[in-house]
């Protein structure tokens, strides 16, 4: 929670708040969930950072996780599976 001080008055930041309900859940207010453009469905990585402070991410998928792994364009040429398993274990 942040707190400012100015001489002697204390004022404290507007911060959206939520309840914990009984089954541990917590919702997240509408003017975040719209700042974020927050859909339903989306998974949310939680993360404890203190005794007082936890931290939600949003986990972004990848569309196409095979295209980021191996590219878009085709490897020039083909490599057989015995040729990967003798240099593997020439290592």
Same mark, same amino acid.
């Given at each position: 929670? *942040?707190?400012?001080?100015?001489?002697?008055?204390?004022?404290?930041?507007?911060?959206?708040?939520?309840?914990?309900?009984?089954?541990?859940?917590?919702?997240?207010?509408?003017?975040?969930?719209?700042?974020?453009?927050?859909?339903?469905?989306?998974?949310?990585?939680?993360?404890?950072?203190?005794?007082?402070?936890?931290?939600?991410?949003?986990?972004?998928?990848?569309?196409?996780?095979?295209?980021? *792994?191996?590219?878009?364009?085709?490897?020039?040429?083909?490599?057989?599976?015995?040729?990967?398993?003798?240099?593997?274990?020439?290592?």
């Amino acid at each position: 929670m *942040l707190i400012f001080q100015h001489t002697d008055i204390f004022l404290m930041e507007e911060m959206a708040r939520t309840k914990v309900t009984d089954k541990f859940q917590v919702t997240i207010p509408r003017q975040i969930r719209e700042q974020m453009g927050l859909k339903p469905g989306e998974v949310i990585v939680v993360e404890s950072l203190s005794e007082e402070e936890i931290l939600l991410k949003r986990f972004r998928r990848v569309k196409a996780p095979l295209k980021v *792994l191996i590219g878009e364009k085709p490897f020039p040429h083909h490599v057989p599976v015995e040729e990967l398993e003798e240099k593997v274990e020439t290592r």
